[in-house]
């Protein structure tokens, strides 16, 4: 049972990583990685979301005819971010002005309606919800990676905590360039350990 859960994490961290691999979800990655703790905040958020209705999903898939299968995907998932979004709100305000409008934006994660589409409406209810774990804790895993990296390099700083003496922050690492450089420079990094991919 447990070897089998690692394998199922191992799929969603490593082998399948919705950001890392599958590149799903880019733009709010992009968005919200410019310090560790929003990345933790969005990242577990998704993963709620991800757990909830893949869930759900797969319970109803049944009953769902074919042609409207998109908007009833989309009201499973509208629901649970609007709980999440609520509860954030209620008891994480600060995260809540720090993320804004990308945790409504949840609704519209590619990574979301690729899981509801392509796996829980084929799996039964235990294996979606597990899907739905392990493809949250991957994605949550690629932000705080990414957040790491930009929060230190443009400043200086882990989870709001000055790290380096003396070190200058290079600014633009927090804004959209920075972003875009860093996820760049790891999908390089992970595409050249990968076996058959050559240089040149």
């Not at 577990?44 to 074919?66: E, F, M, Q, R, Y």
């Not at 409207?68 to 305000?93: D, E, G, M, N, W």
């Not at 945790?103 to 799996?123: D, G, Q, Y």
Request: aromatic letters at 8%; charged letters at 10%; hydrophobic letters at 55%.
């Amino acid at each position: 049972m447990i070897d089998k859960f690692l394998q199922e994490l191992k799929r969603g961290v490593f082998t399948e990583n919705p950001i890392f691999v599958l590149a799903l979800g880019l733009c709010p990655t992009l968005g919200v990685s410019t310090s560790v703790q929003n990345g933790i905040g969005m990242g577990v958020a998704t993963t709620a979301v991800l757990i909830c209705s893949n869930l759900i999903i797969s319970l109803v898939k049944g009953i769902i005819p074919d042609r409207v299968r998109i908007p009833c995907f989309i009201v499973v998932i509208a629901t649970f971010v609007s709980v999440i979004q609520l509860l954030i709100k209620a008891y994480f305000p600060e995260l809540d002005a720090r993320l804004g409008i990308f945790i409504p934006l949840i609704v519209v994660n590619c990574i979301i309606f690729a899981r509801a589409e392509s796996f829980a409406t084929k799996n039964n209810v235990s294996k979606s919800a597990i899907d739905g774990l392990v493809m949250g804790l991957g994605y949550t895993f690629a932000l705080v990676t990414l957040s790491a990296i930009r929060e230190l390099l443009g400043a200086n700083k882990l989870l709001g905590l000055s790290v380096i003496p003396q070190y200058s922050p290079m600014v633009i690492f927090i804004l959209a360039p920075g972003g875009f450089f860093t996820i760049a420079l790891v999908l390089a990094i992970i595409n050249s350990f990968k076996p058959g991919v050559k240089n040149g």
